[in-house]
Every structure is written in C-alpha cells, then in structure tokens.
C-alpha cells in the first residue's frame, strides 16, 4: 500500500487552480509569511505528529487530460490523495511517471511546456490552528530544473502562506524547511510547482511540532550571548559598518550625507556619525545578536544630539515591534526603544527615522526595558572601509585602484595585535600582515589585501579582529566586502547601443554600482514611477508637479533613461478619488483626450533627456489595466474587486496608439516601446488591433527559472511565448525587441558574502547566483534580444526576509557577487552581436559573440555534461565567471566560462571544433 498518510482525506467542491500572483502581491506575502529558515537539530522530547507523508514511487493514482489539438498533455500516474493542478492552462504537457534506479522507486515529473507545472495535496484541519512545522523532501533534479513546495489557499484569493525554493541538484538530496503557520480564514493544501524541465520526488514528509520541542532546539542552536550590548558594531569612526543600509529612497551624497565627524566625539569617546537629511532618511541597523528563542523584553538605545525630529523603529525579519519618538538637542542624550524580542525571528534591528541634522554614537542593545550606561560588547571595535575613489560609495574598486581597505580600531589595549584575513569569492582563504597596536585609544591605518594571483577579480571579503598577546579575542569580528572590477567599457560616457539595463531608484550608491557592473540604461517602473508617473505628476487635473532633480541624476552619472508612460491619476480613471495604494494607479484613463494630454506634457518636457518611452506596465496582468471597480462589495478586498474591460486589448491597443502619435508630435526623435507583453494571447490580441504600427520596439517580460544556457532553455520559452505569434502572423519579427524587465529565478541574494554580520545561519549559494544570471542574459542575446532590463537593485530591505525579485544585490541594498560575474559578462560582449551557438561536446553549448575589436565565446556547460577541456591555441585567453584567467586545458567545471580573442570570431569557432582530449561529441 502506498505510504501517504493524513489526517482526513478529500477537496472541497469548488476548488480551482492556481492563480498568478504578480510580483508585489507577491514580495508582500512571502515578507509578511512568518518563516523559519534555520536548521534545527534532532532532540525534541515528544514525538512529532506526521500531517502528511508521502512515497513517491507509489504513485497509482491515473491522471490523464488530453485535449484533441494536441496542445495540452498531461498524463501519468501520481500517489493516492495527490491530484495534477494544471490542466487548467491551455498549452501544457506534463508526465508522471514512476522509475525504479539502483533500488530506489520514485516520480519522475517531465514538464515540456506550459511555463511551469503543479500538483497538489489538501491539508484539511490545518488552517484551524497555529503551529510549528518541519517539511522533509528527497529529491533531485537530472538537468537542474528549478521548483518550489509551500502550503496554499485551497480557493480564490489562493494566497500564499508558506513558500520555499529549495536549490535542488542532479543527486539525491534530503531538503528541510521549518517554518511557522498561523491560523488561516479557509483551507489549505500543499502545493509543488515544477518549472520546465526534470524533477524526480521520492519521498516527502510534514510534521507539526510544539512549541517547547521548537524552543528546546533553538536553545541548543543558538546560546545567550555572553556580552552585555547585543550589538555587533556600535561606534562608527570610518561611517556606517557593514549590514547597515540608507533606506532605498534616499540619496546619499546629495539628498543626505552619512560620513564620521572626526571633530565631534560622542559619548563613546570617539567620532560621531553625523546625518544630515532635511527632507528626511532611514537608516537601518545591521542584525544584532536577539537569540531566536528569546522572546523577552529587550531594550535598543542610541546617543543622538543635534536638531532633528524622528524615531527609533524596532523591527524584525521586516515586521515592526515597537517604536518610540526622540527629539535631538544641542546636548547629547540617550533615546531608547523597547521592545519584546519575537521569537523564531532571525534577524532584529532598529530604523532611525528622522528629519534635520543630527549626531548618534554609543549603541547598545541589552535585555529589560531599562537604559543603562553604554557598554562596547568588547574592549575593543574595528572598523573598515574603503578610500573614496570612483564607485567606493558602491563598495567597488576597479583595477587600475590600489587594492586597499581603511581600518580604525578603538579601544584601548597596549600591545595588542590586528588581525586580519581575506577570503576571495571561491572560498579560499589567506591571512593579512598582523598590525601591531601601539598606545592609545584610536589606531588607523591602511592595509592591502591583493594577494591572490591569477585570481584578483570578483568579490572579497576582509575580516578582522584584534587579539591580545595570548591570542585572546579582544574585539568581535568585523567584515567589510568589496568587490574588484575591471572598469567598465563605458564608465563615466553614455551607451545607447549597450544591451544591459536595471531598475533602480535615482540613489547615487546605486547609480554608480549599476554603472559599475556594466549596466548603461534604466527603466523607470516602481524604481522611477514616483519621478515620472502621471498619477504622480498630476495628482489633480491641471496642476502639475515635476520631479526634475532625481531624472537628472541618472543622466549625471551617463545612465540612459527608459522612461514609462503609465498610471493615471485617480480622477482621470473609475476610481474616482486620490490614488493613494500601489494599483489604485493602474486604472485605465477614461478620456483619451486626457491621456494624451499628459504625454504630450512629459515628453515635451524631458525631449533630449528621455528619448525612449514604454507604454504602460503588463497591461496583461488584472491589477495593472483596471476598467472599473465593484463599489458594492464592501466586505472584498480590493483585488476581488476590480474589473478587467472585456475589450482589454483594444483598449491597450488605442492607448498606445493614442501615445505613439502624441509623443511623436511633440517630441520627433522618440521611440516608442508597445506591446508590453508575456502571454502570447496577449500578442496575438495586439496584433488583430494592428498595434505594431504604433510602436518602433515591440517590449516583453522575462522571469525565468529552472534550465539556463542551452537552446530552447526558459527565456527562449518565454520569448517563442511572447514574441512567436509575430513569426504566426507575419512571418517574422517586424520591430526590434527589448525584455524591459525580468529576472532569474532560483537566485536568493538577501545573505549576501557576509559571514559575521548575520547573526543567524547564512547559507548563500553566490557563485550558483551568479552563474544563472549570466546564463539568462547570454540566451536573451542569443535570441536576438537587444537589451534587457534585471529588476531590480531597489528590490531590498530587511535581512530576515525574501526578496524574490532583487538583481544584484544583498537585503542591505549592498552589491552581490552575482553583480561582480554582471560586470565580466558586461565587459566581454559589450559592443559585439551574436553570430551563433555550437556544442563543442555533449552538453557543451558555446555562444559566440563578434565585435570590431574582439570576439567572445561564453561557454556554458549543462548539468551531467561530458568530460571538456577548454583549448589551448594562441592568441585565445579563457577567462571564469570573474574574469579570472584559466589555462588551456584545464577541464571544464559547472559554471559559465568565456574564451575571447582580438582576431575574429572563427578564429573561436576553429578552436572549440578541435576535439580536446576526454570530449565526447
């Protein structure tokens, strides 16, 4: 009999599949979910109770839904209580079927099209309750294929309450999750979602656990902190340490400063951070040591003087706990925040937000509700940072800058030593020159840390410490990261031809690091509506605000300017009144004579800063092109209460075209960018509506998981998806195509390459991460596709929760490695076309790019590919996913690797023909 146990058995009537989620709807429902991520060890007293389990090899169960054009297959077999959650899309073929290897039965799970598969089990009872749960999954995934599990609404609004993606390789694997559930307002069921591709499941496992087992297991995972002050870093002599983070809205260097004021010391006894923000800022603690079992009452406080209003905001994994007023005067005071420590939470901090011009020093987090005097964690503090320089404000240094870091030690400890290391992003390690300290409170310095040849690109990390004669620790650990780059083709000058584009807010941090990484354009959704949306311009009829200064802030630092024309301001719309929540802005305009109005204003306005507009946002999607509004079902949230025009399309379709002549009269050098697509239901609408003669760039979107870089991989699923109803109907492509905005899946950058700085368990795949974004866009140019926009670097907040749709970097708004593997791939094909792939061997797919100075192979190897060794031929140079050179015959690994040469392309072409020794073809 197959194992597969539950409580009670069987779906209500009524159930129906699963929805899409657009992304912010979704970001909001994974940060809100109250998750564990960490690993507990085994040791609980009692007994878990079993909620679901489940062999896979004793799938018996037949599923069979195959309609006659052949466009939808789904057939196979699935384990008793299971059920397929996919036919109801149109286009899709899946199978299940069951395979025994070496001795072990489990469910193979092939998924050929259809942009992601689904099935499911109900959980009846479980929303009735909160609890504590352990899921187990053994599984692997032959070619990589990407997947998620989570627990589900059985009904609309089939909202999320626990999701995870697990990283799931070519070998078997155990992967566990524990996360926390509240009650939920209907019942659930366990869902499992299979991007295209392979995935073979063999057994599955959810138990429930209590409290006191929860308690016992954190207790033993993370002892009481021995220090007094909770708080890693608390003085601030070379600036904010490291996790700490400006709020994403704020521009640091212009709208505000942050930097040391080495003549003013704080109550610590050394320099205070100053912070001058007229308009306002947020400043956001690194994690501090709160134990995720803790649960009691703590205390967070912060010297502050100056003139400013604000507050202290305890926060944690992103949900508020407390939060207390200050006002700064000209003398130094102490203010506090108290707080209850929330328990399973990984990560708390506090969030100065204030207004004015103001010092802060000396901070202590301690347990109780009383302020006591400050107190370091430590004899001593270390702190780093980088010398200005170009990109510092970014954490980059480009290779023609000294390999230097700043270090600042305070505290008083004769004959003490610096310590020091620093691991490379390979994970290879090397101590630092010790740094004698002499007498004295305050020791500053340089030092260097170049020291490993062949291997100078990518990302670094420098820990230090300070150590007495004995060897005993005298500070805690400090880190700072930063990343080596070669300088980009197109630093400090404009790129219109250039392929890379980003989301970012018009921040200077930002912009430089997107300049950095290679990135030339930026397209102005969610990062960038608030500058240029017509909600936001014109919030009332004929009165007009205009956000100049962050616009030109872009093109200060030679980024170009994808601007949108999207949104409307609510009397211009059904809504009626003043647009206030994110979608209340993406009712459709009802008079076109205002529509054309605003784009008539704007494009006039910013001609020659802004000369490519995009015609709204996913206009596809319910909640972004809105014809009207339910007023009369008060008790339905919002989402259930909008209503999409039954002619959509032709609505889109008059819209664009009602903006493609507009703005083509006002400003004639404009293009414009229409369809904004992803289904290809979509596109074919568009096309009956004769939408391609008022655009001069046909626009789609990419979010891509499971396989990447090989012919017919996810984005070229997406793209035959969005784009192939041309090629249907015309025969070809009859415009230019730009992805305006997408990602790559499966990539979580919120830890970073910290190590010190998170005080939970950190692990984070970041050469993986880094590997599938040049993979995605190396397809994208392989297609045809002229430039593509990542969303998005503004995509971050808070450790402690998942922020699925970031690009390029850490929670902290900090660049990830992934960014430092953009700028290689960026500064290789930068200036070349896409000529053609070959496969040098079995699973060995070489994308070969020309330009008028180089070509370029990226060669990117499949999962389980045959034995390759790079060639050795002269005038050739292989480089790793950093630009780090690699010998002529050194075997090809797992990541993406480039060949480039200063003759022509066949030159590559001839070399990867030749067959190495040990390739099978």
Known sequence: MPRCTIRRQGWPSGGQPDATFDKHVRTALLAACLCLTVLFRSGASAAPVTILETDFGDATVEVRNVDPGGQKSI????????????????EVHVEYRVLTEGGRRFLRITHLKGGGAQFAHPLPGLEKEEGFYRLTLTARSPKGTGGSVGIRFISVPYTMCWSSRPEIGPEWQEHSFEFRLGKQPQPVGFWIWIDEGTLDLQHLRLV???????????????????????????????????????????????????????????????????????KGIEITTAPFLVPPWSGKEHTASLAVRGRAQGKLVAIADGRTLAEAPFTATDEWQRD?????????????????????????????????????????PAPCEVSLALPPSDASPALVQFEDEPAVVLYCVTG???????????????????????????????????MRYAIFPGR????????????????????????????????????????PNSPFGIHTNATTRHILMAK??????????????????????????????????????????????????????????????????????????????????????????YQGVIDHWEIWNEPWGTLFWIGSYDREKTDKPFRERVIRS?????????????????????????????????????????????????????????????????????????????????VEKLGRVPRPVWMSEGNVLDCPLENGFYRWTLPYDAPSRVISAADRLARYLISQRALGVEKSFLYTIHGHGAFGVRYPWTALVSADGALHPQGAAHSTLAWLIEDTRFVKCLS?????????????????????????????????????????????PLSGGTPLGTEVVYLTTAREFEALEAALKQKPAGARR
């Open 75 to 90: 057939t196979g077999v699935v384990p008793p209580g299971w059920r397929d959650d996919t036919g109801w899309k149109k």
């Open 336 to 376: 506090r925040v108290s707080f209850t420590a929330a328990l399973f939470a990984k990560a708390h901090v506090v969030r100065i937000e204030a207004t004015g011009t103001f010092w802060v020093d000396a901070l202590q987090v301690e347990e109780g509700r009383e302020t006591t005097a400050y107190t370091p």
């Open 516 to 605: 950095a990484v290679g990135c030339n354009w930026v397209r102005l959704h969610d990062a960038g509506t608030q500058y240029i949306g017509w909600a936001h311009l014109e919030p009332e009829k004929g009165k007009w605000q205009f956000f100049d200064e962050p616009i030109h802030r872009y093109r200060k630092h030679r980024l170009m300017i994808l601007g949108l024309l999207s949104t409307a301001p609510g009397w211009a719309t059904d809504w009626g009144q003043p647009t206030k929540s994110y979608f209340e802005r993406y009712f459709q305009p009802k008079k076109m004579e205002d529509w054309a109005n605003a784009v008539r204003v704007i494009t006039r306005r």
């Open 840 to 884: 040098p061997c079995e699973g060995v797919f070489a994308y070969l790019f020309s330009g008028r100075s180089r070509a370029v192979a990226a060669l990117s190897p499949d999962v389980g590919h045959a034995p390759y060794t790079l060639p050795e031929a002269p005038g050739i140079t292989c480089l790793d996913l950093f630009g780090n």
């Open 646 to 726: 039954k002619t959509a399309a032709k609505d889109y379709a008059i819209l664009q075209k009602t903006a493609y002549e507009t703005a083509r009269a006002e400003a004639p050098g404009a293009r414009i960018l229409g369809f904004n697509t992803m289904p290809g239901q979509w596109t074919r609408e568009l096309l009956e509506h004769g939408a391609v003669e008022s655009c001069d760039i046909i626009s789609y979107h990419d979010y891509s998981g499971g396989i990447l870089g090989k012919p017919q991989d996810a984005p070229a699923k997406r793209y035959e998806e969005a784009i192939g109803p041309f």
């Open 412 to 446: 008083e400890a004769p004959g003490a030593v610096l310590k020091a290391r620093v691991i490379n992003v390979y994970g290879v390690e090397s101590p630092l020159p010790d740094v004698r300290l002499r007498q004295g409170k305050l020791h500053q310095g340089r």
């Open 208 to 278: 429930k656990l209590s409290r006191e087992e929860i308690l016992a297991e954190l207790r033993e995972r993370y002892p009481a902190p021995a220090a007094k002050n909770r708080a890693h870093a608390t003085r601030f002599p070379l600036g904010l340490p490291a996790g700490w983070l400006i709020g994403r809205d704020y521009s640091d260097g212009d709208e505000v400063t942050v930097v040391p004021d080495r003549e003013l010391p704080g109550p610590s006894g050394f320099p205070a951070l100053r912070i001058a923000a007229e």
């Open 456 to 495: 100078s690109y990518g990302t670094h990390r420098i820990e230090a410490w300070v150590e007495d004669a004995t060897g005993r620790r005298l500070s805690p650990e400090t880190e700072l990261v930063v990343h080596r780059l070669r300088r980009p083709r197109y630093w400090g000058k404009d790129a």
